[in-house]
């Protein structure tokens, strides 16, 4: 019961860069023919210089707000406050009645998440932080189980505007089922369990 009290709480932020245009793998870009097909134009193999930072909350049940960093803006401690103030504070009242009462346990791992003025907004907000190494993607959800399917979604896709790949990202985690996010929340205890084995070693799968 207290495990799935836990899982039920438990929030999880993070950030990645989605280009343009990222190239599809050898794998994708395999296909059958015959003699007669015609030949598939292929893009250049370098993602292009367009790109948009997404950053995005979600728990077990799944997003719960995603935020795109306007072009020429930089993610700091002020502009990361902000929207855990205006954005995911008020999804969470919106989407998980009940959360912000029970108490809000946040994984994150956003780069300016340890700065003074973060921390005193976390306080503010009365969420509880769950500790755990900077930068450890094998404990972050997002890096070990989302950004991975979600960009493999989005290879060979050729996109002209950031609009194009804003509409592209919100689609294809608006498809996702919830059980998809449920697995990668139950997936992180697994984690832990490893890492504790293993004395705080970095943890593959």
């Not at 346990?105 to 780069?111: E, K, S």
Request: glycine fraction near 6%; charged fraction near 25%.
């Amino acid at each position: 019961m207290k495990v799935k009290l836990f899982l039920t709480r438990r929030v999880t932020g993070d950030e990645t860069w989605v280009h343009h245009f990222a190239p599809e793998s050898k794998r994708q870009s395999m296909e059958w023919k015959h003699p007669g097909s015609p030949v598939k134009k292929k893009f250049k193999s370098q993602p292009s210089a367009g790109k948009v930072l997404l950053t995005i909350f979600w728990d077990s049940q799944g997003v719960i707000p995603e935020h795109y960093l306007e072009r020429g803006a930089t993610v700091n401690s002020v502009r990361y406050s902000e929207m855990l103030s205006t954005e995911l504070k008020p999804a969470i009242q919106t989407k998980r009645r009940g959360l912000l009462s029970s108490g809000v346990l946040l994984l994150h791992d956003v780069r300016p998440h340890t700065a003074i003025h973060t921390l005193q907004t976390l306080v503010k907000l009365g969420f509880t932080v769950l500790e755990h190494p900077a930068y450890s993607p094998n404990l972050a959800p997002s890096d070990y189980y989302l950004f991975g399917p979600l960009k493999v979604a989005l290879r060979g896709h050729q996109f002209t505007s950031d609009k194009g790949v804003k509409k592209a990202v919100h689609e294809w985690l608006a498809a996702q089922s919830k059980t998809f996010f449920s697995e990668g929340i139950q997936k992180l205890l697994e984690h832990w369990n490893k890492c504790i084995a293993k004395h705080g070693d970095y943890v593959e799968k």
